[in-house]
């Protein structure tokens, strides 16, 4: 409804106003890769820049990070990962069996419940 709209876009807005002090290359390609899409970027840019909620100095270098993130997100989906996908797997695995095991925190709760 609206009041999911209000927030999202006052979420957004305070998003870009933190932006807009010092922008910096990171923070541009992060919006780009939270919001997926450098179109979608610059539509909201664009009409918050219209209704003068941000400047047209930081609206610019908003749309420079959205297309530099959406080409490095593009470059990155394009390698052949095949080479690479063993070592990867094994990380994986590793990370895996590295981390908490989560069946035994269970039922060790499920124990000292019902003692």
């Not at 979608?40 to 003068?52: N, W």
């Not at 994986?92 to 269970?106: E, K």
């Amino acid at each position: 409804g609206f009041a999911t709209e209000s927030y999202a876009a006052s979420a957004l807005y305070t998003t870009l106003a933190s932006l807009s002090g010092a922008l910096s290359r990171i923070r541009r390609v992060s919006l780009t890769a939270l919001l997926q899409s450098s179109t979608a970027t610059a539509l909201i840019t664009s009409s918050f820049a219209a209704e003068g909620l941000v400047s047209l100095t930081a609206a610019l270098a908003i749309m420079l990070g959205a297309n530099v993130g959406t080409t490095l997100i593009v470059q990155v989906l394009s390698f052949n990962i095949a080479a690479v996908a063993p070592v990867l797997f094994v990380l994986g695995l590793v990370a895996f069996r590295s981390g908490p095991r989560r069946g035994s925190r269970i039922s060790a709760a499920s124990s000292s419940a019902s003692a």
